[in-house]
Every structure is written in C-alpha cells, then in structure tokens.
C-alpha cells in the first residue's frame, strides 16, 4: 500500500502531521514533505486516520 500525495490540492495546514508526524511535515513555506512512500505493516489505520483528516483530501492510500 502506499501513500499518495495531490501537491496540487495539499494547501500546507498539517492535519496528517499532527496524526503521522514521522510521515508527514509541513515545511516554514507551506510544502508538505513525505518522509515515507509505502505505509509499514501495521500502521495502515493510523496513516488512513491521516488521509482522512486532510481537509483538501489531498492525501490518499492506493494498493
């Protein structure tokens, strides 16, 4: 599974770093940094909780 990311909708308010901070952070200048691609075993329903908050649904998780 991994974890996909719509730069163009990401609008940079952090709402997936505050659930995965060790996936995601949100750059001083707004851009969103993803620290991994692939979701780890084990940790699919916390980075599904992450996609979920994203208030542009920017974020999404693809098999």
């Known amino acids: ?3 996909v990311v719509d730069y163009d909708r990401c609008s940079g ?3 997936c770093e ?4 060790d996936v995601f952070e949100v750059e001083d200048d ?3 940094t993803l620290h991994l691609t692939e979701v780890p075993d084990g940790r ?3 980075l599904r909780q ?3 908050a994203c208030p542009t649904e920017a974020l999404s998780l693809q098999d």
């Open 1 to 3: 599974m991994k974890i």
């Open 50 to 52: 992450a996609c979920e």
């Open 30 to 32: 707004g851009s969103l």
């Open 18 to 21: 505050s659930v995965a901070p």
């Open 13 to 15: 308010l952090g709402m």
């Open 44 to 46: 699919e329903d916390e």
